[in-house]
């Protein structure tokens, strides 16, 4: 029996002194000091050793189990300092790191500036900001605008279709008829927002960019309420001493149709750069909206009246600030972007 208890007692040490974690202790723990631990199955037997034996057999047993769980003691703490180590060691934070990097915020996109500061001026003026669908049919992108059926914008090289009246939409204007169709007049809205055509990309050229479309409808609305109000924003987006001119145009859904320029924010009118040397910078698109148009809202044209109209985006953020090439604004470099 002593034989047995020393191999035992010998067995256990030997694989405590090797031991290599905390989950391998405790199964040494449990294979020998456990309920049902080889140990304890000695200890629990005593009472079948011949009473001459007991007492010896009893001591060396307690002696052993006392020596083996100093043993565990010891060396649950030596592993625990190792694994709190080695811990620290695999989820270490580089504090040395620069913390150059975190200190960059993001801002808005030169676009994003330039729609938030036109939508700003005319919320200012009472205006609400109206939405519509960038894939658009046929119907709301031309002919409840007025367009003809033979109209060039309906090209397929100018227009990207999806099926024969379902197209991504050229212009936002189709949202005057949307909103027209939603509500009642007096309807004073602008729509940001993206506009598709099949270009190729070139420095003044893009498949995709932005315009923002206006729409008032009221009774007794003049060419003169378009004046007058293309005057006020001009001078709080481009600076007080800025002019307006009208220019005659064609636009299939305002009759008449005007195009409409700005005198030189760099400059004020005397020629530079940025206005190629003609004083003068084209902002817009804009008129009296189309009778037909009115219909196609739902809306008598006989009781009412109303004007539009629509501002590419990227034309004015390039002007205003200095880009030369469109191709920037969509990139993505923060090299350029950075600037703004
Ligand atoms: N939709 C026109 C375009 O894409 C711009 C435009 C011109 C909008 C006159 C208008 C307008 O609302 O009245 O070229």
Request: charged share 25%; hydrophobic share 35%.
């Amino acid at each position: 029996m002593q034989d047995v208890l020393n191999t035992l007692g010998n067995n256990a040490t030997n694989l405590l002194e090797n031991v290599k974690n905390s989950e391998e202790l405790e199964e040494i723990r449990v294979k020998y000091l456990g309920k049902k631990g080889e140990l304890t199955l000695v200890l629990k037997s005593l009472g079948s050793v011949a009473p001459e034996e007991r007492k010896e057999i009893g001591m060396l047993a307690n002696d052993i189990r006392k020596k083996l769980e100093n043993i565990i003691e010891s060396k649950k703490e030596e592993l625990k300092i190792k694994e709190v180590e080695e811990r620290m060691n695999s989820e270490k934070i580089d504090i040395s790191m620069s913390k150059q990097n975190l200190n960059t915020y993001g801002h808005k996109h030169p676009l994003s500036i330039v729609i938030d500061d036109i939508k700003d001026i005319f919320i200012g003026m009472g205006y609400s900001i109206a939405e519509g669908p960038e894939i658009e049919t046929t119907f709301f992108n031309f002919d409840a605008l007025n367009a003809p059926f033979d109209h060039p914008s309906r090209d397929l090289q100018d227009t990207m279709y999806i099926t024969d009246d379902i197209i991504l939409r050229t212009q936002t204007s189709p949202v005057q008829v949307r909103t027209m169709l939603e509500n009642k007049p007096p309807i004073k809205i602008i729509c940001p927002g993206r506009v598709y055509r099949s270009d190729s990309v070139d420095a003044t050229h893009s498949p995709m960019f932005h315009q923002i479309e206006g729409l008032v409808v009221d009774k007794n609305i003049s060419m003169a309420d378009l004046k007058g109000t293309l005057n006020m924003f001009a001078k709080k987006y481009f600076g007080d001493k800025t002019e307006i001119r009208f220019r005659p145009h064609h636009f299939p859904f305002t009759e008449p149709s005007c195009e409409v320029d700005v005198s030189c924010f760099v400059c004020g009118g005397k020629g530079c750069k940025t206005c190629k040397n003609e004083g003068w910078i084209e902002i817009l698109g804009a008129g009296q909206v189309h009778p037909n148009v009115l219909v196609a809202g739902n809306i008598d044209p006989k009781e009412y009246q109303g004007f539009a109209f629509g501002f590419g985006v990227e034309r004015i953020a390039m002007t205003k600030f200095g880009v030369s090439d469109l191709r920037y604004l969509y990139e993505n470099d923060v090299r350029f972007l950075s600037q703004f």
